[in-house]
């Protein structure tokens, strides 16, 4: 799983810069059908990089559960050292 967040981070920042280009047209435009694709746009910069930022989380939780899995402890295992 881990050989898919660099190409899923390229893609995330090619589609940023794409709409962020496409704010900066939608907002010189200035008609009511572009107000509202404008809407949309910023709506859609707010949301992709969430849901990135929480794949990226997933990935880290399952790839947390794999290790402990190899080391034969369970995901809720700790050490003592952590602990203090």
Same mark, same amino acid.
């Not at 898919?4 to 280009?21: D, E, M, N, T, Y």
């Not at 929480?54 to 402990?68: A, H, P, R, T, V």
């Given at each position: 799983?881990?050989?898919?967040?660099?190409? $899923?981070?390229? @893609?995330? #920042? @090619?589609?940023?810069?794409?709409?962020?280009?496409?704010?900066?047209? $939608?907002?010189?435009?200035?008609? !009511?059908?572009?107000?509202? #694709?404008?809407?949309?746009?910023?709506?859609? $910069?707010?949301?992709?990089?969430?849901?990135?930022?929480?794949?990226?989380?997933?990935?880290?939780?399952?790839?947390?559960? !794999?290790?402990?899995?190899?080391?034969?402890?369970?995901?809720?295992?700790?050490?003592?050292?952590?602990?203090?």
């Amino acid at each position: 799983m881990n050989q898919w967040k660099r190409p $899923l981070a390229i @893609i995330c #920042l @090619i589609l940023i810069g794409i709409l962020s280009v496409g704010a900066l047209i $939608l907002a010189v435009i200035g008609t !009511e059908y572009a107000r509202k #694709l404008l809407i949309a746009d910023l709506f859609c $910069l707010m949301v992709i990089p969430a849901v990135f930022y929480g794949y990226q989380m997933f990935l880290n939780l399952i790839n947390k559960q !794999e290790k402990s899995e190899k080391d034969g402890r369970t995901a809720g295992d700790e050490d003592e050292t952590t602990i203090l």
